[in-house]
């Protein structure tokens, strides 16, 4: 799932790829942090009802969770990570790159463990004694990044049970394989962060490689004001073994 909302972005030039993939660039990390840490009471003041009344929030980030959920279940009822059919229930990842002070992870959390106390109901009672109940799902493991310390506070304020870790885009993968383990997402979530981007494809390309094959991505990013995509910037992209 992709969206792009109105701005001006700070895309490449369109031209020849280069020659090989460049490495993971934001434009002036120092900058961007220094930006987030001057502005944090003006920006967080930007999410009103009004603003999270918004589809974004209402209908797509929850669109979000449900699909990784969706997703993640039906993994783990076919075969489980160790390849075990019938395995107990795995508890679903959902990674928030660029998370702000908090909104979106919020609400993939809330919309997550809706999810799974609805699987854990559905699983059905013994009370008949003909089928045993399935094992409740754990509760889901949620994970935001971002490179502002004051963002970073605030969504661990805003969303106690989620790992909220500080760290640049360019330290993304080693930075969540330290903090919250190697295993892959079932969703991941980045919204208004791709703007500050140099170059799209290492970054789509470390997406790829942090979201389980079949699971749920949602970007979100500016336009320019006449409606121009950024370059590079996918409509569509399904993840899957074979890649973007």
């Known amino acids: 799932m992709m969206q792009q909302q109105g701005a001006t972005p700070d ?32 920006y967080e003041a930007c999410f ?9 929030y209402t209908v797509t980030v929850p669109r979000l969770a449900t699909r990784a959920a969706a997703a993640a279940a039906a993994s783990t009822g076919s075969a489980g990570d160790d390849g075990a059919t019938g395995a107990a229930p795995r508890a679903l990842r959902l990674l928030d790159v660029g998370c702000g002070p908090g909104h979106v992870l919020e609400i993939l959390s809330r919309t997550a463990t809706a999810a799974s106390a609805l699987d854990d109901d559905g699983g059905g009672g013994d009370s008949g004694g003909h089928e045993p109940a399935s094992p409740a799902p754990p509760p889901p493991t949620l994970v935001g990044v971002d490179l502002s310390p004051h963002m970073v506070a605030r969504a661990r304020a805003r969303v106690p049970a989620a ?6 885009l360019a330290d993304l993968a080693a930075a969540v394989a330290g903090e919250a383990g190697d295993a892959p997402f079932d969703g991941l979530a980045c919204t208004f962060v791709l703007h500050h981007v140099g170059s799209l494809p290492p970054v789509l390309a470390t997406f790829r490689r942090l979201l389980r094959p079949g ?3 949602l970007l979100a990013s500016w336009v320019s004001p006449d409606g121009g995509r950024m370059e590079g910037y996918p409509e569509e992209w399904p993840i899957d073994a074979s890649g973007l």
């Open 11 to 42: 895309g490449p030039s369109a031209g020849a790829p280069p020659p090989s993939p460049p490495p993971v660039t934001v434009s002036d990390a120092a900058t961007v942090r220094r930006m987030y840490e001057q502005t944090v009471e003006n």
């Open 48 to 56: 009103t009802p009004e603003e999270l009344a918004r589809p974004l």
């Open 163 to 168: 790992t909220v870790i500080e760290a640049p």
């Open 215 to 217: 699971g749920a991505a």
